[in-house]
């Protein structure tokens, strides 16, 4: 089994920032990719970081310049770190990990259960 477990989501005001942790654990084999997709009410999930096995990250055209992804060295955590943010960025934030598990070696995409950010005045 593997888990993903989010933390750092909350409540903040326009032009502030947060930190989001992601930290993926169980029978992993190799991870491929993590990265961070978002939803918010009556919209569709949607990428907005991901960070490639070779450390490569890639952005959401919304948040570039504003977000950085990131990981620690045993490539197992992932953050978000989000700056400037906008009311527009509220949303639940999911981790996702494309990784492979020691009984079974093939590909697959798994999610966390999602931390709520809320950016208000």
């Known amino acids: 089994q593997v888990q993903l477990v989010e933390s750092g989501g909350g409540l903040v005001q326009p032009g502030g920032s947060l930190r989001l942790s992601c930290a993926a654990s169980g029978s992993i084999f190799e991870i491929y990719g993590m990265g961070w997709y978002r939803q918010a009410p009556g919209k569709q999930r949607e990428p907005v970081a991901i960070?490639?096995?070779?450390?490569?990250?890639n952005y959401g055209d919304s948040v570039k310049g504003r977000f950085t992804i990131s990981r620690d060295n045993t490539k197992t955590t992932v953050y978000l770190q989000m700056s400037s943010l906008k009311p527009e960025d509220t949303a639940v934030y999911y981790c996702?990990?494309?990784?492979?598990?020691?009984?079974?070696?093939?590909?697959?995409?798994?999610w966390g259960q999602g931390t709520q950010v809320t950016v208000s005045s």
């Open positions: 996702n990990a494309h990784l492979s598990t020691t009984t079974n070696q093939a590909p697959a995409g798994y």
């Open positions: 960070i490639t096995s070779g450390g490569v990250p």
